[in-house]
């Protein structure tokens, strides 16, 4: 869907960043699309494993795997002005998002894609045996064990970024980064 999306704007498919990326496969799947890729995240445990995994872009260049903050990602070397798709899978409800999107007008083209997604709750597919029961048991889990202890960001989570501040949202604002653009996909 990213990818449809992307093309179907515009995008190009020169450079794509990845952060909070963690070691999940968002950044290699997309990747194959991609002349150059970046992914990074704050954690050295995370891109150490990244690393160990490895993956490729389009034009055979190794993913490069970096060791930062989402907040801080336009001083890396080679990314400023120039990517095409920016993309951070299940990560974004840790972000400060008024530090983060000065990044990204920093980092991403005019005409490219922020694409930020999450997943709401504990889910069981309804093929599973029991699906209802164990459903139920997860909705259990969440709402009565877990949600004393709920952080800011997994309450962003839970509610699939509906209450994400947005670029028009917080105290800073691109040209290209316009509300009338901006397309919500479930």
């Given at each position: 869907?990213?990818?449809?999306?992307?093309?179907?704007?515009?995008?190009?498919?020169?450079?794509?960043?990845?952060?909070?990326?963690?070691?999940?496969?968002?950044?290699?799947?997309?990747?194959?699309?991609?002349?150059?890729?970046?992914?990074?995240?704050?954690?050295?445990?995370?891109?150490?494993?990244?690393?160990?995994?490895?993956?490729?872009?389009?034009?055979?260049?190794?993913?490069?795997?970096?060791?930062?903050?989402?907040?801080?990602?336009?001083?890396?070397?080679g990314v400023k002005w120039?990517e095409d798709l920016l993309?951070?899978?299940?990560?974004?409800?840790?972000?400060?998002?008024?530090?983060?999107?000065?990044?990204?007008?920093?980092?991403?083209?005019?005409?490219?894609?922020?694409?930020?997604?999450?997943?709401?709750?504990?889910?069981?597919?309804?093929?599973?045996?029991?699906?209802?029961?164990?459903?139920?048991?997860?909705?259990?889990?969440?709402?009565?064990?877990?949600?004393?202890?709920?952080?800011?960001?997994?309450?962003?989570?839970?509610?699939?970024?509906?209450?994400?501040?947005?670029?028009?949202?917080?105290?800073?604002?691109?040209?290209?980064?316009?509300?009338?653009?901006?397309?919500?996909?479930?």
């Open positions: 869907m990213i990818i449809y999306h992307h093309n179907k704007t515009g995008g190009r498919f020169d450079s794509l960043l990845d952060v909070g990326r963690g070691h999940e496969n968002a950044t290699r799947d997309l990747a194959r699309s991609f002349d150059t890729v970046v992914g990074v995240d704050p954690s050295p445990k995370m891109i150490s494993t990244a690393r160990e995994l490895g993956g490729k872009a389009s034009s055979r260049k190794p993913i490069r795997f970096v060791v930062d903050v989402a907040e801080n990602y336009s001083s890396i070397e120039s993309i951070s899978a299940v990560a974004a409800h840790w972000f400060s998002m008024s530090d983060f999107w000065p990044e990204a007008a920093k980092t991403v083209r005019p005409g490219g894609t922020v694409a930020l997604w999450t997943c709401a709750s504990l889910y069981c597919h309804p093929s599973a045996p029991n699906a209802t029961s164990v459903q139920n048991a997860l909705y259990r889990l969440e709402r009565d064990i877990l949600k004393p202890f709920e952080l800011p960001g997994n309450k962003l989570s839970a509610v699939l970024y509906d209450d994400l501040p947005l670029p028009w949202l917080v105290p800073f604002r691109a040209r290209w980064f316009r509300e009338s653009d901006f397309v919500r996909l479930e």
